[in-house]
């Protein structure tokens, strides 16, 4: 199908939308008024660009007319053809990308698990400033952050941190992030000053909805216990940590983050959830691995994806190439410009497995 066809039939849809949202009918059916809002706001970026695109393309035609009419006034709209073309060719650009059908599990809030790997105290030290990076660019991107689960490392740092981040399309971004994380730099605790490498593995996987997965109560065992590390007093006197076990797979899953047992309960469902439908996620992204060879991994946890690299101040993403010497800006919230990159470089990926 001609681009332009299939963009002038998605601005029908849009208008279409439009009045519909104005109609009392839809507006008392809370859920096809939710329903057609979100299609509303998915449309909306393309349309305007392809509105942009109609105006400029337009305005090029005018200015021909004009080289034709009046020389006078030729030079000035041939100089304002010039960047008028740089103008469509960008939009061109931005529409294409924007026609490439996206994951439907994109838009999902995401489940993070930062685990130390390689390297001791080191790579838990790692681990902790991975998840102070995610948290810095949460609040850059205004995502809401939910820790579920932690475990310290002896030295600062975690041995394993598990959180939620919700918001628009968290899924879609964050799980470029899945893979080995590798550092390169001096450990405080280094009395020789030598560099040593140490790595933490990230795996982020869409949050699971009670609609996806379905859990039979009578497959769980769920055991209380009293809750380790910070939290006061409190944490000495009840039993509010939870620990479930889903019997037929063998899946365990704990939470003592919350005072509340009832709370721990739903965080600890909520990861239950999620680890279960975990199998058929990864299932679908070896499916599109096989039928397209893409150069962004996202599902591969025991692929090296990235390096930081201190003394230089370095930071190197080994799928798509890309070296930024600002390593310090990135780990304070920064990093969400190359997971832009990652995306922009599968979505021209798909767009060329589409032509």
Known sequence: MDIEVKLRQLKERFEEIEIMMGDPSVIN???????????????????????AWLKTRQFIKDNEELIQLDPDLADDARAENVQLEEKLESLEESIKIKLV???????????????????????????????????????????????????????????????????????????????????????????????????????VLPEAEEVDIHINPADLEVDTFRATGAGGQHINKTDSAIRIRHVPTGVVVECQEERSQHKNRDKA????????????????????????????????????????????GRLTDHRIGLTLYNLEELMKGGISEVMEKLRLTENLEKLQALA
Do not use: C
């Open 29 to 51: 059916d809370s859920k096809r008024y939710m329903g057609i809002t979100k299609e509303h706001a998915d449309l909306r970026e393309i349309i305007e660009d392809y509105n």
């Open 101 to 203: 059908p996206q994951d439907p599990e994109d838009s999902k809030n995401a489940i993070v698990e930062i685990r130390a790997g390689t390297g001791g105290d080191e790579a838990a030290i790692f681990a902790g400033d991975l998840y102070q990076m995610y948290r810095r660019t949460a609040d850059e991107m205004k995502w809401t952050f939910e820790l579920l689960n932690l475990n310290e490392g002896t030295k600062g740092g975690f041995k394993e941190i598990v959180f939620k981040l919700e918001g628009p399309d968290v899924f879609g971004l964050m799980k470029y992030e899945s893979g080995v994380h590798r550092v390169q730099r001096v450990p405080e605790t280094e009395a020789q000053g030598r560099v040593h490498t140490s790595a933490a593995t990230v795996a």
């Open 269 to 312: 469902m909520t990861m239950l959830r999620t680890r279960l439908y975990e199998a058929e996620y990864e299932k679908k992204v070896a499916e599109r691995a096989a039928a397209r060879k893409s150069q962004v991994s996202t599902g591969d946890r025991s692929a090296k994806i990235r390096t930081y690299n201190y003394p230089q």
